[in-house]
């Protein structure tokens, strides 16, 4: 099975790489955490952020950029960046990508950004707003890849709980 892989660069906000986590779960994506933190990944703090689910997580560390290249050599990455020339939507996600990010305070650097030219997008914002939320941004991206790639193997339907849909007045 192919999936799908969300990478962060250097997370700095333990809240926003928890959300994250979440919704790697919910979605069935791989993390891939880029050192250094900006926090501690212990059970005590991830108790404390609400990551329970944290277990459930498919999470890669790796000690710097170098470390990540090293041990995903045909990954095909995605850069999200303000700097970027193309829209997300004008790209067509493989199902086993990598959509990376970059940390809160300053984003993916411009050295990283240069290597990746062709594969840098951008979410639109009006005027001169810096960027989105971080976990926000993420969300964008990863189910703008997942609906490309036909919500591979997800629950594509939900049910009521004390009713029945066929039972609903129209």
């Not at 108790?47 to 689910?53: E, F, L, P, Q």
């Not at 990540?68 to 086993?96: C, H, W």
Request: charged share 25%; aromatic share 10%.
């Amino acid at each position: 099975m192919s999936r799908l892989n969300i990478v962060l660069y250097e997370p700095e906000i333990p809240a926003n790489t928890g959300n994250i986590g979440r919704t790697c779960v919910a979605t069935g994506t791989r993390l891939h955490l880029i050192e250094p933190l900006g926090f501690l990944l212990n059970e005590k703090a991830l108790r404390r952020a609400g990551m329970d689910y944290w277990s459930d997580l498919d999470v890669v560390r790796y000690i710097n950029w170098e470390d990540f290249l090293t041990k995903n050599p045909q990954a095909k990455i995605y850069m999200a960046t303000t700097k970027g020339r193309k829209v997300y939507t004008e790209v067509s996600y493989e199902s086993d990508c990598y959509l990376m990010f970059g940390k809160e305070s300053a984003g993916i650097p411009e050295e990283i950004l240069k290597e990746y030219s062709n594969t840098c997008v951008r979410i639109p914002m009006i005027g001169e707003t810096r960027s989105l939320n971080l976990s926000n941004s993420v969300a964008i991206l990863l189910y703008e890849a997942l609906r490309q790639n036909h919500f591979q193997e997800m629950k594509l339907q939900g049910e009521l709980h004390h009713l029945n849909w066929d039972e609903v007045e129209t």
